[in-house]
């Protein structure tokens, strides 16, 4: 037991572990030790983010998607979804409601949908860019070629959100028909980055086939890239997918993975996810007391957002945008935070090792 609050320490001081250091403290994490570790990650995040909370408001602008994914709700191969697109007026009446609700980052996210041009895509974040100046805006739009990631960044996209899913490949092929290749994936994290995105990455705790080794693979795969933001969150099935009848993630997998990548990048923006609000009705509470620092309420019309499950029972499909923010808002100041009206880019650690 000491021992493991030993590694908890070291993970501080030196922001990372060797493979078998990280192995051990997920194998052998006493509810003690999980206490220390959540204690030492949320004073880090306090230390650089104080009892700030970052959100970013999420427009689900497209559910139609040519992947198939086998984990994803609306992969092409599931007939049951209704599929939508935005038109561009809703895209911004969207972000006018957001603006008004104290929202200074919008994540557009989408299937991969081949029916928009790099045109089309350059055209929404110019009509985002130039009507919320003040604002920065986050994609979520899949894998693209280095041509269509660097069009976009001119036209203004600050962000890109793409997780890696797994960073080991035999798992990976597990998760993913045969066209998609892990290789090309994190290519284009690699391109995100070498652009000059502020790049988030990611992966979901629990998947099917996944071994505490691919785990700790993630996390030295997140240290080597250091990218700005991490997103992680339970596997939830869906019922209409291959992975259908599999088992969900662990909720306390998913804060213990939270806390150790607090302490092993201590100023990465880590949402507490929808994923982990479905999972538990106190998980994004439980995330943000684990080393989040982050939240992204749903901004869709709530006409389309139960045509965005990518698993079952997502929350707040019923709410409406200003539902949610003041329902969040709520929820942090019942723990002891406070949402900020703040664009929440990363910042430099200043605080050198
Ligand atoms: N359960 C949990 N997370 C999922 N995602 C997709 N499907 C599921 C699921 N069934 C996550 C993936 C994707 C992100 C947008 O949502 O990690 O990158
Ligand atoms: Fe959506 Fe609580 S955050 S209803």
Redesign the pocket.
């Known amino acids: 037991m000491a021992d493991i609050r030993r590694l908890i320490d070291q993970l501080e001081e030196q922001r990372i572990l060797s493979r078998e250091e990280f192995l051990q403290i997920l194998s052998d994490l006493t509810e003690e030790d999980r206490n220390y570790l959540r204690e030492r990650a949320r004073a880090v995040a306090n230390k650089h983010f104080g009892n700030h909370i970052y959100t970013r408001g999420l427009i689900e602008f497209t559910n139609y998607c040519k992947n198939d994914?086998y984990?994803?709700?609306i992969r092409r191969s599931n007939r049951e979804v209704t599929r939508y697109r935005l038109t561009n007026e809703q895209i911004l009446s969207c972000c006018k409601e957001g603006h008004e609700l104290g929202f200074r980052t919008f994540v557009l996210?989408g299937g991969e949908d081949g029916s928009y041009s790099d045109e089309d895509i350059v055209a929404i974040i110019t009509l985002i860019k130039t009507n919320f100046p003040d604002c920065a805006l986050t994609l979520?739009i899949g894998e693209k070629s280095y041509a269509s990631y660097l069009k976009y960044y001119e036209a203004g996209a600050d962000r890109y959100?793409?997780?890696h899913?797994t960073a080991n490949e035999e798992h990976y092929s597990k998760l993913h028909p045969e066209n998609l290749k892990l290789q090309n994936r994190k290519q284009c994290l690699l391109d995100l980055k070498t652009i000059g995105y502020q790049v988030g990455a990611?992966?979901?705790v629990g998947?099917p086939y996944q071994t505490k080794e691919n785990i700790v693979e993630d996390l030295l795969f997140l240290k080597e890239l250091s990218p700005e933001m991490i997103?992680i969150?339970?596997?939830?099935?869906?019922h209409e997918?291959p992975?259908a009848a599999e088992q969900?993630?662990s909720m306390e997998m998913t804060l213990i993975l939270i806390s150790i990548i607090r302490l092993m990048i201590p100023n990465a923006l880590i949402p507490a996810?929808t994923?982990l609000g479905t999972i538990h009705p106190k998980g994004r509470e439980e995330g943000i007391l684990s080393g989040a620092n982050v939240v992204m309420p749903n901004l869709s019309p709530t006409s389309v957002r139960k045509n965005y499950e990518?698993?079952?029972n997502k929350i707040c499909t019923g709410d409406e945008a200003a539902e949610c923010r003041f329902c969040l808002d709520g929820r942090m100041k019942k723990i002891g935070y406070e949402l900020t009206i703040d664009r929440g880019d990363y910042k430099e650690d200043k605080i050198d090792v």
């Open positions: 994914c984990y994803c709700g996210q979520s959100l793409l997780r899913e990611g992966f979901m998947s997103g969150g339970p596997f939830l099935p869906h997918t992975f969900k993630g996810t994923a990518l698993y079952d």
